[in-house]
C-alpha cells in the first residue's frame, strides 16, 4: 500500500478545509422600504367634502371638494370617506415608491450577481489547480526511492502552493464572498421590499373597499350638508358654483361671482332654509317657499300672472322658490341650472341660473367687475339701497371666508372703483 509523505498530509488537510468553505452568508441591509407615511398625503380635516363627492353627486362642483362640512350625519359619513381616502391615497404612493426602488436595485443586483458568477468561477478554477498538482506531486512521490526525497518534494511543493496557487485560491474566495455577500444584501433588501409591498396592496385594496362601503351614505347624506365656514347648504353652494360657471361661458363680460348670487339668496329665503325648508339633492327646496301675497296692503299690487300655476294663488303673484321670483318675472327668466328638463322656481338650481341672467342684465354694461354696475344689478333686485348694501356686505363675507371663484372675471369688491364709464 503506498503511503502519503508527511508534507502531502498537511496539503490534503488544507484542501480539506479548502471542500468545506463555503459562502458567508451577508449580515445587515441597506435601507428598509418607506412607510407610508414618507410620502402620504396630510390628513384631511374631519369633516371635509372628500374627494370622491364630484362621482357621486354627478355635477357636484369639484372646488367644493375639501370644504368643511357643519357637524352631522352628513360630516360624520364625509369624515369616514375621507379618511379611507387619504389611507388609499397613501398606500397608493408607498407602493409607487416601493415599485421604483425594486426597479432600481434591479442593474445592481444582475452586476452583483454577475460578480459572483466570475468570483465563483475563478475560485473553482484554483481548486482545480490545486488539486491537479497536489495529484501530479503524489504520483511523482510515490515512485522516489527513499522517504527522505518524498518529504523534500513535499516541502518544496508546500512552498510552492503556499506561494502561488494557495494565494490565488484565497484571492479568489475573498471575492467571491464579497460578491455573495452584496448579493444577499441586495436580494435582502428585494425581499424586505415585497414584503412590504404585499403588506400595502393589502392596506389599498382594505381601503378601497371601506370607499365603496362608505359611497352609499355619502351620496345619501352629503346632500342635506351644510358649508360649515359659510353656513351655506352643500346643494345651495353647488348651484352658486354652478351658475357662475355657466354665466362665465354664456356672457363672460357679466363676470358675475357665486357670492354675488349667495348675497342674494341669503337675504331672500337664507339659501332654501325660509321657515323650516331645505333643498334636496335635486336642487328642489321641501316645502315649498311661497311668499305674502302682492295686494297692495303694505306691498305692491300686482295681479295674478301664472293662473297660480307656481304660487297657488289665482287672483294675487306671491314670490316664489329660494329667489323669490315674481311669477311674471320668472316667465321670463326661467333657467333650468340642473339640466333636468325642468324650470322650477322652487329649484335652487334652476333659481340661482334664472337670478344670475336676471341680474346680469341689471349691471350692463359694465358688469359685475364695477362696483357701481353691481350696485345696479342689485337695486332692480329690490329698489332700496339698504338691500343692495346689504347684498354687498353678505356677498363680501363670502368671498373672504370661502371658495375661490371661476377665475380673474370674478374679483372681491373691495378692490374696485365706485363706478365705470
Known amino acids: 500500500m503506498n503511503r502519503a509523505p508527511a508534507g502531502f498530509a498537511a496539503l490534503l488537510m488544507f484542501l480539506a478545509l479548502v471542500a468545506s468553505t463555503g459562502p458567508r452568508a451577508a449580515h445587515g441591509a441597506t435601507e428598509s422600504p418607506a412607510s407610508a407615511d414618507d410620502a402620504a398625503p396630510s390628513i384631511p380635516r374631519s369633516g371635509t367634502v372628500p374627494a370622491a363627492a364630484p362621482d357621486l353627486l354627478l355635477g357636484l362642483d ?27 391615497a397613501a398606500f397608493a404612493a408607498e407602493l409607487a415608491t416601493l415599485d421604483a426602488r425594486r426597479v432600481a436595485l434591479g442593474p445592481s443586483r444582475a452586476d ?25 506531486v503524489y504520483v511523482r512521490a510515490d ?99 354652478r351658475a357662475e360657471r355657466a354665466m362665465a361661458a354664456e356672457a363672460p363680460s357679466c363676470a358675475i361671482p357665486w357670492y354675488a348670487i349667495a348675497g342674494i339668496a341669503v337675504n331672500e329665503s337664507n339659501h332654501g332654509r325660509f321657515r323650516g325648508s331645505t333643498p334636496d339633492a335635486t336642487g328642489r327646496v321641501e316645502p315649498a317657499i311661497v311668499g305674502i301675497p302682492l295686494n297692495g296692503d303694505g306691498v305692491a299690487a300686482i295681479g295674478d300672472t301664472d293662473g297660480g300655476l307656481y304660487d297657488g294663488d289665482a287672483q294675487w303673484d306671491r314670490a316664489v322658490g329660494p329667489m323669490q321670483f315674481i311669477p311674471g318675472t320668472w316667465n321670463a327668466w326661467k333657467s333650468d341650472g340642473n339640466l333636468d328638463g325642468v324650470t322650477d322656481p322652487q329649484n335652487i338650481y334652476d333659481a340661482a341660473l334664472g337670478a344670475a341672467r336676471y341680474l346680469c342684465r341689471g349691471a350692463q354694461p359694465f ?24 347684498v354687498f356686505t353678505r356677498a363680501k363675507q363670502f368671498a373672504q371666508w370661502g371658495l375661490p371663484s371661476t377665475g380673474p372675471m370674478s374679483p372681491t369688491w373691495s378692490t374696485l372703483p365706485e363706478s365705470g364709464s
Open 62 to 88: 369639484s372646488r367644493l371638494v375639501g370644504a368643511p362640512l357643519a357637524p352631522g350625519p352628513s360630516a360624520e359619513a364625509a369624515a369616514v370617506m375621507a379618511k379611507a381616502e387619504h389611507e388609499e
Open 367 to 390: 358688469g359685475f367687475n364695477d362696483r357701481g354696475a353691481a350696485n345696479n344689478a342689485f337695486l332692480s333686485y329690490n329698489r332700496a339701497q339698504w338691500y343692495a348694501d346689504k
Open 112 to 136: 452583483a450577481d454577475a460578480a459572483l458568477a466570475t468570483a465563483s468561477s475563478n475560485t473553482e478554477r484554483a481548486r482545480q489547480r490545486m488539486h491537479t498538482l497536489v495529484a501530479s
Open 143 to 241: 515512485t522516489q526511492s527513499s522517504e527522505e526525497a518524498d518529504l523534500g518534494r513535499a516541502q518544496v511543493l508546500a512552498a510552492r502552493v503556499q506561494r502561488d496557487i494557495v494565494a490565488e485560491w484565497r484571492r479568489a474566495t475573498e471575492a467571491r464572498d464579497r460578491a455573495r455577500a452584496e448579493l444577499d444584501a441586495i436580494d435582502a433588501e428585494i425581499a424586505k421590499i415585497d414584503a412590504a409591498h404585499a403588506i400595502a396592496t393589502a392596506g389599498q385594496a382594505d381601503a378601497r373597499a371601506r370607499i365603496q362601503a362608505a359611497a352609499a351614505d355619502v351620496q345619501r347624506l352629503l346632500p342635506a350638508a351644510t358649508v360649515a365656514d359659510l353656513d351655506i347648504p352643500l346643494v345651495s353652494l353647488d348651484a352658486y358654483l
